[in-house]
C-alpha cells in the first residue's frame, strides 16, 4: 500500500477526487493517511473528516517564525511515514528541508501546461487570468514532481483543455478541473503506487514503455 499525505489550502476539490478515485478502486494500492491543512478554514479539512481520513491543520500564525512553522509543517508529514505527499492546491512553499527528505517523493499538481504559466505568484486564479490575458487557445493542468524551485520539477502527466468564447477566470478554472485536474491527479497517483514512474536524467519515464 503506498501510504498517501494530502497537503491542502482551499476547497479541496483535488482532495476529493483523490478521495474517490482510492474509494472506486480507479487508484489502486494506495491509502490516504493524513490531510494537511495550512488554513483551519478550508473546506478540505471537512471532505476529510467526512471521510474518515485524519487530517491536521498547521497554520503559520500559530508559530512564532517562519522556521518553526516549517518544523511543525515536517513533523506532520514524519509521523504520518508516507511514501508520497501530494500538494493539491497546497499554498505554501515547500521547505528545502522537506523536499531534500522526500526526494521525488512529493508531487503537485498545477493549473496550467509548465511551463506557461508557472513559478512564483501563478496559484489557483490568477493562472487562469494571465493565460486569458496572453490569449493562448488551450491551457491545461500538470502533475510533477516537487524539487527545489517552483513548478520546476520532473512532469508526470499533462492534459490540455480548450479556452472558450468569453470565458472568465472562474469559468475557465472549472473546466480545467474538470477536464484535467481531477483526471490526472488520481491517475498520476495510480501510476506511482504501480511503480510505473521513474525518474531519469531529470525527467519522468513509465517503466511500461
Ligand atoms: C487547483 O486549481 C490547483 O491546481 C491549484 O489550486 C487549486 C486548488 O483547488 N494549485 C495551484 O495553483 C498551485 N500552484 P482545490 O482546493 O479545489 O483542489
Known amino acids: 500500500m503506498l501510504r498517501v499525505v494530502v497537503c ?21 494500492n494506495t491509502e490516504i493517511v493524513r490531510v494537511i491543512s495550512n488554513n483551519k478554514n478550508a473546506y478540505a479539512l471537512q471532505r476529510a473528516e467526512e471521510n474518515g481520513i485524519a487530517a491536521v491543520c498547521v497554520c503559520p500564525a500559530d508559530y512564532v517564525s517562519r522556521e518553526v512553522f516549517h518544523q511543525a509543517l515536517l ?12 500538494l493539491a492546491g497546497f499554498l505554501v512553499v515547500i521547505p528545502q528541508e522537506m523536499t531534500a527528505r ?17 513559478g512564483t505568484g501563478y496559484y489557483g ?8 490575458e496572453r490569449g493562448v487557445r488551450l491551457t491545461g493542468a500538470t ?6 524551485g517552483t513548478d520546476t520539477g520532473p512532469i508526470i502527466l499533462q492534459k ?30 495510480d501510476e506511482i503506487a504501480g511503480g510505473l514512474i521513474e525518474i531519469k536524467d531529470g ?3 513509465r517503466t511500461d514503455q
Request: glycine content about 6%.
Open 102 to 118: 522526500y526526494r521525488n517523493r512529493i508531487i503537485n499538481i498545477h493549473p496550467s501546461l509548465i511551463p506557461s504559466f508557472c
Open 8 to 28: 491542502v489550502s482551499g476547497g479541496g476539490t483535488n482532495l476529493q477526487a483523490v478521495i474517490d478515485g482510492v474509494k472506486a478502486g480507479s487508484i489502486r
Open 203 to 205: 525527467k519522468c519515464r
Open 75 to 86: 513533523a506532520a508529514v514524519e509521523e504520518a511515514e508516507p511514501d508520497l505527499i501530494v
Open 160 to 189: 490540455a483543455v480548450e479556452v472558450k468564447e468569453g470565458d472568465t477566470p472562474e469559468v475557465l478554472q472549472k473546466r480545467v478541473m474538470e477536464e484535467a485536474e481531477w483526471k490526472i491527479l488520481p491517475q498520476a497517483i
Open 143 to 148: 502533475v510533477h514532481f516537487v524539487d527545489e
Open 125 to 132: 486564479l490568477r493562472v487562469h487570468e494571465a493565460a486569458l
